[in-house]
């Protein structure tokens, strides 16, 4: 569903959700007004009785004491009405705000989803369409050696990309349904970070990667989760930053707390945004108009491995420009 059709959708259920509730809302006070007037007539009946009974000149002792008992049921059944209306008119805003709430966050799920289902899509065609193609070439005509290789290169950097998106989406579902086997190992997070560092250095030749790693930083946890947590924060900053731009990795230990940061000098990332890419299924921008790849569970899974690992992640500006991904362990 196109996000325009979304939004008209949300529209008119908006509409009908404020029309119906200004309706109940009206119901219940015209209910408390006719209550009260019902209450106002009892009371003028009732002392109206009162005076035809009980002669007020003859016997004003005991018109007064049933007087002020006419008065005393008014005033209860006032306050009666009133709080039970307080109490419905309570009920219905509170279930209105969460009814409210819900719908709207449906509808952000659902176009959160959609857009993951459009990202997974281009995600897989890209690197099957181009090894394929590769292939094909490969099989109709003879290259030379220098040609072949170049082929199988690409052909490896495509795969490992398919590899690395679907080890998050399965990744992803076995942390969310407690299906995967949570291991804690002493390890060498310094070589760890630099294994990765290498990685990339591996696949994307053209990029400067600038590793500051302190040496000796273990760490008690599963290295698959952390090493897939590294990748994806160099994954983001390779992704959105220019070519010719460096990706620094630093790894420090001080007064008992282990702090991983990665650096880019992209574009950056808007203050009222910084909260949200670490939402599952979140990207910046149209996924329609989106140029950069992604299916929004890299930084989704950084923010679950790191709280698994009793860490905290954030990120902030890096200087002159870019953004500073920061996990903080600790130990």
């Not at 390779?238 to 990706?247: A, I, L």
């Not at 599952?280 to 996924?287: D, L, W």
């Not at 930084?299 to 679950?304: D, G, N």
């Amino acid at each position: 569903m196109p996000k325009k059709d979304v939004r008209r959708k949300l529209r008119r259920v908006t509409i009908l959700y404020w029309t119906l509730l200004i309706y109940i809302v009206a119901a219940l006070v015209w209910w408390f007004i006719t209550l009260k007037r019902q209450n106002n007539e009892m009371k003028d009946l009732r002392i109206a009785r009162l005076s035809v009974s009980v002669d007020s000149l003859a016997m004003p002792a005991i018109y007064h004491i049933h007087l002020r008992e006419i008065y005393k049921e008014h005033a209860r059944n006032n306050a009666k009405y009133f709080g039970e209306g307080s109490i419905f008119l309570l009920l219905i805003c509170v279930g209105a705000v969460f009814v409210y709430s819900s719908v709207r966050r449906r509808f952000y799920l659902q176009q959160l989803q959609q857009n993951f289902m459009m990202a997974v899509t281009h995600e897989l065609k890209t690197p099957i369409s181009v090894i394929k193609l590769n292939l094909e070439t490969m099989q109709k005509y003879s290259f030379d050696a220098e040609k072949q290789k170049k082929m199988i290169w690409v052909m490896l950097k495509e795969s490992s990309r398919l590899n690395f998106l679907t080890n998050n989406i399965l990744v992803a579902s076995e942390l969310e349904g407690g299906g995967y086997t949570f291991s804690k190992e002493d390890l060498d997070f310094s070589d760890l970070l630099k294994d990765c560092v290498q990685d990339f250095r591996s696949r994307f030749p053209g990029r400067l990667f600038q590793p500051e790693i302190q040496q000796g930083v273990d760490i008690k946890g599963d290295a698959l989760l952390l090493q897939m947590m590294i990748n994806n924060l160099l994954e983001n900053a390779v992704k959105y930053s220019p070519k010719e731009t460096p990706v620094s990795a630093i790894l420090k230990k001080e007064n008992g707390i282990i702090q991983l940061q990665i650096m880019d000098e992209g574009m950056g990332i808007d203050e009222g945004e910084r909260k949200k890419i670490f939402t599952k299924f979140y990207r910046i921008g149209n996924e329609v108009t989106r140029k950069t790849q992604g299916t929004g569970l890299g930084l989704y899974l950084c923010s679950k491995i790191a709280h698994d690992h009793n860490a905290d992640i954030s990120v902030t500006n890096n200087k002159p420009r870019g953004s500073n991904f920061i996990v903080t362990f600790k130990i």
